[in-house]
C-alpha cells in the first residue's frame, strides 16, 4: 500500500517569505499524488494534483509542486506567502480506493 | 451547485448514544466516502460507497454503519458513540475511483462524545 509521509508538523514563515513544505510517498507503480489545504474550522480544498505529464504541477493560490520520482518526494512551494495562507496542508497519495493523507503540515505566517 | 453537503456542524453525544451524520452531494457523483480527522494522524477512511446500493468498508469501520440508497445522500451512523469516536468527519466524493479523480470535501462535521 502506498504511503504519505510529512516530515514537518509545524512552520512557521513571515508575509513575503517563500515557503516550501515536504512530502515524501512510498514507492508505487504510478502515484496520484494531491495537495489539499484545510483553513480553520474549513473542510479540504484541492490545491494541486500530478498524475502524469510534467512534473512541476501548478495549482490554485500561487502554489506549485515538484513530483520528484528519485526522491520519492511531492514538495509544494510559493515564492512568496500572504497571511491568508496560514492553514493546515495535508499531502495525499491515491491508495487503490482511497485516499492516503499524511498527518499534515501547520502554517503560520507571522506579520 | 451546493457541492458537498454536511448535518449538523456540531454534535455532542454521551456515551452509548447513537445518531446519524448526514452528507449529500449534487453533482451526480458516483463515488462517496466517509473519514475521520484526528489530530496528527490526517485523515482516515472509513467507509465507502462506489455507487447506490454499494458500500465497502475503509481503514477504521469499527462502530460505524452506512447505506447508501440514493446517488445523492450517504449517512453515517453511529450505533453506539465511544469516547474514542470524538472526531471531525469529513464527507468526501467524485465521479469515479479513477485515481485522477478530484474528491471534493464537505465541510465537516465536530463530534464530541462525553
Known amino acids: 500500500a502506498q504511503s504519505v509521509t510529512q516530515p514537518d508538523i509545524h512552520i512557521t514563515v513571515s508575509e513575503g517569505a517563500s515557503l516550501e513544505l515536504r512530502c515524501n510517498y512510498s514507492?508505487?507503480?504510478?502515484?496520484?499524488l494531491f495537495w489539499y489545504v484545510q483553513s480553520p474550522g474549513q473542510g479540504l480544498q484541492l490545491l494541486l494534483k500530478?498524475?502524469?505529464?510534467?512534473?512541476l504541477v501548478q495549482g490554485i493560490k500561487g502554489f506549485e509542486a515538484e513530483f520528484k520520482r528519485s526522491q520519492s518526494s511531492f514538495n509544494l512551494r510559493k515564492p512568496s506567502v500572504h497571511w491568508s495562507d496560514a492553514a493546515e496542508y495535508f499531502c495525499?497519495?491515491?491508495?487503490?480506493?482511497?485516499?492516503?493523507f499524511g498527518a499534515g503540515t501547520t502554517v503560520t505566517v507571522r506579520a | 451547485n451546493a457541492g458537498v453537503t454536511q448535518t449538523p456542524k456540531f454534535q455532542v453525544l454521551k456515551t452509548g448514544q447513537s445518531m446519524t451524520l448526514q452528507c449529500a452531494q449534487d453533482?451526480?457523483?458516483?463515488?462517496m466516502s466517509w473519514y475521520r480527522q484526528d489530530p496528527g494522524m490526517g485523515l482516515r477512511l472509513i467507509h465507502y460507497?462506489?455507487?447506490?446500493?454499494?458500500?465497502d468498508q475503509g481503514e477504521v469501520p469499527n462502530g460505524y454503519n452506512v447505506s447508501r440508497s440514493t446517488t445523492e445522500d450517504f449517512p453515517l451512523r453511529l450505533l453506539s458513540a465511544a469516547p474514542s469516536q470524538t472526531s471531525v468527519y469529513f464527507c468526501?466524493?467524485?465521479?469515479?475511483?479513477?485515481?485522477?479523480?478530484?474528491?471534493?470535501f464537505g465541510p465537516g462535521t465536530r463530534l464530541l462524545v462525553l
Open positions: 460507497s462506489v455507487g447506490a446500493g454499494i458500500t
Open positions: 500530478y498524475f502524469s505529464g510534467d512534473t
Open positions: 453533482m451526480n457523483h458516483e463515488y
Open positions: 495525499a497519495v491515491w491508495n487503490d480506493y482511497k485516499l492516503s
Open positions: 514507492y508505487g507503480a504510478t502515484p496520484y
Open positions: 468526501a466524493s467524485s465521479y469515479s475511483l479513477a485515481g485522477e479523480e478530484t474528491q471534493y
